[in-house]
């Protein structure tokens, strides 16, 4: 009984304290990084929209797992399974939950208006513990970078130092 409290305990301030979380969803080839928050007793997500991050391999009512990494070190901390609900549009709890993500949103450019969206275009996840924090791997689970459409800033253009340098000599 005292591992599985300090296991939840674990799982619990690994959560509270990490802006991130790794998810794997059932039958996914690799765990995706996710933003999220900690509400009562669960990670909540919100995705799946235009502008949102993508949630694609999570079902409602499937199971996943998570990894949460040490905020200080950046390294792995805990992994456990997960039970995903997704929270219906305007319920008590995806209020509730959709209160807490707005507040940890970074970079919203609609402001006051992303609740609305999100009930319109968005899906809000509540994944709650299923068990135990499952032992480390003692080898690396290194993999390679999910496809994305994102892209790196360009090279610098060859005339720029010149043009930074001549600024500094003039003052």
């Known amino acids: 009984m005292t591992s599985e409290l300090l296991d939840r305990a674990l799982i619990e301030e690994a959560a509270k304290k990490s802006g ?3 998810v794997r969803g059932a039958g996914a080839p690799a765990a995706r990084a996710l933003w999220h928050v900690w ?3 669960a990670v909540c997500l919100v995705g799946d929209g235009p502008g949102e991050q993508p949630l694609e391999a ?3 009512g499937g199971s996943a797992e998570v990894t949460v990494r ?3 070190k950046g390294g792995r901390l805990v992994t456990f399974p997960v039970t995903v609900t997704e929270l219906a549009s305007g319920s008590p709890e995806w209020e509730a939950a959709v209160a807490e993500l707005k507040g940890k949103r970074l970079n919203a450019s609609d402001g006051e208006r992303m609740p609305a969206r999100w009930a319109r275009e ?3 996840l509540r994944l709650a513990p299923a068990g135990a924090g499952q032992p480390l791997p003692s080898g690396s689970l290194a ?3 999910v496809p994305t459409p994102a892209t790196t800033r360009r090279p610098v253009p060859a005339a720029l130092p010149k043009l930074l ?3 500094r000599k003039r003052k």
């Open 20 to 22: 991130l979380v790794w």
């Open 39 to 41: 509400h009562e007793g």
């Open 58 to 60: 999570l079902a409602d």
């Open 70 to 72: 040490s905020k200080d």
């Open 122 to 124: 968005c899906r809000v």
């Open 143 to 145: 993999e390679r970078p």
């Open 165 to 167: 340098l001549k600024r």
